[in-house]
Each structure stands twice: as structure tokens, then as C-alpha cells.
């Protein structure tokens, strides 16, 4: 008797049911074309706003290390306790983690190619993160981030800088500031500051041990900042009446807030100055920020982000600032639709009606020629009627029918009929002239 193979087990179905479809992941989704197209204008919109900015792309794996996400962000957040999907490659016993977010990779990447040796560097990418959260409108367990990353700057020149970026989206976007976005910031000043803070904070909680849930509880010792950013609303008086870190900084991180806060003002950009914003991550220091939608209900952070300038020598590095965010594309995606501000759908500008199969060796090569001109050109497939096909383009949403239709092609022709524009005449034109009428397909 042969020996059945563990993986055949999955996928052998028993001859007589239809086999049960298999389903995706819970709280990873597919992105349909309708809105990939979305994405794809989303991301063009990104791509030109960043590299106006000078930043360029620098792209990481999507699985690294475990230790490298519990030494970059600290053990005792929510991401590193709760939140990663981490597992033993069975090859070899290593610990790896898929990517929860995308500083830790990115400060990884520059340090093991020591790619600050010639100057600073700004970059992004966009890609996959993975939380293993409880999935709602806003939160899944795979989800998109556009992460930008400026290295080797100590500020405070590119925190405002990276601030007006992002409003310069926004607008770019047909989003309205404080309307449909904005901004609030904090300066998490620096170390020696949180920990007078931390003492006096923790002071305070103590003395409010009844009042605090158990998460507060636990953090208390461990990292009790974090407890400002609850969301338990039972817990607002106490966090309320806590000491501010704000009131523990220097003239050195006070003078940096205020440098960064005289360019937003400068530029007219309101923000609120949220003493309690403390992000979600321990490299934090000095500006922070975060830019809230109210449109999205409980996942109202669209963007956040903040400077870490300890992270790249914690992970290894040669000693450098740093500043970034992070923005949710699926948030900031859900945002435009509320506000009714995504683009319509665009079809081809043309569809190829070919009645006769023993037609097709004189009319794809002109179908080439279109497109090599510039044109997007879909083709019907597998045969139909004269009716059905030109149903067919009608559906596609092309602005125009090419007729490849026995008459025409016994004169060389083509009929261009126009399927949108009432105004619109219908037209005939010489194959042998393809590149002229290209010109005219794609419109002035
Ligand atoms: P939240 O408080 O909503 O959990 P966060 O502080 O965990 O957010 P960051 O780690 O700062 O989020 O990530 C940056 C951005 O990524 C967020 O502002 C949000 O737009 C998006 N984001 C974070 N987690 C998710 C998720 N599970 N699903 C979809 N988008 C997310
Ligand atoms: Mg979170």
C-alpha cells in the first residue's frame, strides 16, 4: 500500500461532490479591478507627490526577523504583544515575523548597507502589513501602508516639511483640511525627559489604582505612556488629570516643537496640539503627529507618524536621526469614497468589432499599430454577432467602436463609431493611414 503525501491529503476531493471552494484568509481581502483602479490612481497621485519632494523608493521583504520587530518597536506594545503573525521556518528554525509595519524593515535595509554613508536619504514604499487584530470597517489583518522615511535629518526642517507634504495631498486629493482631515502633534521630547515624566506619571496612577483597567495595570511599571492613548472611556478622568510630558521638556525639544510649529503657522495649516498623543510605538522623540478623519468612525487615524532618531543605533546602526509615517491606503481609500471624491471609471478608448474569424489576419496587426500609437484598444474575443459584440463594447465603456466589418475591410476601411457622444458623428478612415487616426482617437 502506497504511503499517502500530507499535502495531497488537503487537496484530494472525493470523486463524487463538487469540490467546496476554498476561501482567502479572514481579515485579508482581494482587491477587485473596480477598486485596483483606485488604487492605481491613488498610488500614481503618491509617486508624484514624493518624488516632487525628492524622495525615492527603496522597497524591503515583507517577512523579517522576529527579533528585529521586538527590539525596533518594544516588547511591551501592543503590535509586538498581541498583534504579530510570527512562526519557526520549518527549514531551518529561524524566528520570522511578517512585517507589522515598515520603519523597522527600512532602518534594517539602510544599516545593513550602510546606505547613509553618502548623506542623508529620503524614501517610501508602498506595501503589505500584517496585524492579527479583530477585523472592522478600517481594520483587517492584512492591510496597505504608504510608509515614507526621512534618514539622517535632525530636524526641525523636514518635520514641518513632511507635515506640509502631506497637506499638499490632501488637497491634491480634493480633501478639506480640518473638514475631512487634521492634524493634530505632540513633541515626545527625549529620553532623560520621559523618565522625570514617567516618575511623576506613575506617581499619579498609583495614586488612582482603582480607576485604572487591567491593560492600564499592567503597563503601569512597563511602559506606563501608553496608557495615556487608551480608549477606554472609563479611564478618561485619570488620564485626564495626569501629568503632561509637555511640561517635563527642556529649551532644547521646546525650541524644536516651536520651530516646527512657526512653519505650520506660517503656512496657515491649523493643528491642535494633542498633549495625550502619544503613538503606538516606543521610538518615538520630539514631533509626532497623527492626521484624523471623522468620517471613518472609530479608525479615525488615517496617517501617523513621528521622529525616532535612537532607532537606527538601537538596530545596529551608526548613530543618525530619523523621521517617518505611516499612512493606512485602505483608510485613506474608504475616506475619498465617503467624500465622494474617487475617480469615475475610464474604459478603453476603443473597441474592435470583428465579425468574421478569417478576418482577424488583416485586422489585429492594425489593432498593434493602435496601440503602439498610444491607444487602448480592447478586442472582442471569441466571436458573437454584430449585435452581441457591439453589446459587448457598450459594456466596456469605450468611447468608440472600431468596425472591422466585411464592406469596410473589401475598401480597406474602418468605421469609427462613437458610443458615448451624442454629438459625435460616425467616421470611416484607411487602414493604411492607422497612425493618423491614432492621433485623432486620443483626443487633443
Ligand atoms: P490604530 O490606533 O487605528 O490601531 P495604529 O496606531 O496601530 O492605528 P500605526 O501603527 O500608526 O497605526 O499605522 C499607521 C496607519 O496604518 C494607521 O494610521 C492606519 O491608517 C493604518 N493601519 C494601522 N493598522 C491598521 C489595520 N489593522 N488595518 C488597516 N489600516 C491600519
Ligand atoms: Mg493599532
Excluded at 344 to 351: E, K, R, T
Aim: proline share 7%; hydrophobic share 45%.
Amino acid at each position: 500500500m502506497s504511503s499517502v503525501h500530507p499535502v495531497s491529503a488537503l487537496v484530494s476531493t472525493p470523486a463524487r461532490k463538487p469540490a467546496e471552494p476554498l476561501r482567502g484568509i479572514k481579515g485579508m481581502h482581494d482587491v477587485l479591478p473596480a477598486q485596483a483602479a483606485h488604487w492605481l490612481w491613488l498610488e500614481d497621485k503618491l509617486r508624484s507627490l514624493l518624488s516632487r519632494y525628492g524622495y525615492q523608493n527603496l522597497r524591503t521583504p515583507v517577512v523579517e526577523p522576529t527579533a528585529l520587530f521586538v527590539r525596533g518597536l518594544g516588547e511591551v506594545t501592543d503590535i509586538v504583544e498581541k498583534e504579530m503573525y510570527s512562526f519557526e521556518d520549518r527549514m531551518n528554525g529561524d524566528h520570522l515575523t511578517l512585517r507589522p509595519e515598515a520603519t523597522a524593515g527600512m532602518v534594517r535595509a539602510i544599516n545593513e548597507h550602510n546606505a547613509l554613508y553618502g548623506g542623508p536619504l529620503r524614501v517610501w514604499q508602498i506595501g503589505s502589513m500584517f496585524r492579527h487584530e479583530r477585523p472592522q470597517k478600517g481594520r483587517s489583518r492584512l492591510f496597505h501602508q504608504l510608509d515614507v522615511e526621512a534618514f539622517g535629518h535632525a530636524g526641525p526642517d523636514v518635520d514641518a516639511e513632511i507635515i506640509l507634504m502631506l497637506r499638499a495631498l490632501w488637497r491634491e486629493l480634493g480633501l478639506v483640511e480640518e473638514q475631512d482631515v487634521r492634524l493634530e502633534i505632540n513633541s515626545l521630547g527625549q529620553s532623560d525627559e520621559r523618565l522625570a515624566h514617567r516618575a511623576a506619571l506613575i506617581a499619579h496612577l498609583e495614586a488612582h489604582a482603582d480607576l485604572l483597567d487591567e491593560d492600564a495595570r499592567r503597563r503601569l511599571h512597563s511602559n506606563p505612556l501608553r496608557i495615556l492613548d487608551t480608549k477606554n472611556p472609563a479611564m478618561a478622568a485619570v488620564v485626564e488629570s495626569a501629568p503632561q510630558l509637555l511640561d517635563f521638556l527642556g529649551p532644547a525639544s521646546l525650541q524644536h516643537l516651536a520651530q516646527v510649529r512657526a512653519v505650520l503657522d506660517a503656512a496657515g495649516l491649523a493643528y491642535r496640539l494633542n498633549p495625550r498623543l502619544v503613538r503606538g510605538l516606543d521610538y518615538y522623540n520630539l514631533t509626532v503627529f497623527e492626521w484624523i478623519t471623522p468620517h471613518l468612525g472609530a479608525q479615525s487615524t488615517v496617517c501617523g507618524g513621528g521622529r525616532y532618531d535612537q532607532l537606527i543605533e538601537q538596530l545596529g546602526g551608526k548613530p543618525a536621526p530619523g523621521i517617518g509615517f505611516g499612512l493606512g491606503m485602505e483608510r485613506l481609500l474608504l475616506l475619498l469614497e465617503a467624500v465622494d471624491k474617487l475617480p469615475a471609471p475610464v474604459g478603453p478608448v476603443a473597441y474592435a468589432v470583428v465579425p468574421r474569424v478569417e478576418d482577424l489576419p488583416q485586422v489585429l496587426p492594425v489593432l498593434e499599430k493602435l496601440r503602439a500609437a498610444g491607444v487602448s484598444v480592447l478586442m472582442n474575443a471569441g466571436g458573437g454577432s454584430m449585435k452581441t459584440q457591439f453589446k459587448r463594447a457598450d459594456q466596456s465603456g469605450a468611447s468608440v467602436a472600431l468596425v472591422f466589418g466585411p464592406d469596410e475591410l473589401a475598401r480597406s476601411e474602418v468605421a469609427i463609431k462613437p458610443l458615448r457622444d451624442a454629438s459625435a458623428v460616425q467616421s470611416t478612415q484607411p487602414l493604411a493611414e492607422v497612425q493618423r487616426w491614432a492621433l485623432q482617437l486620443l483626443g487633443p
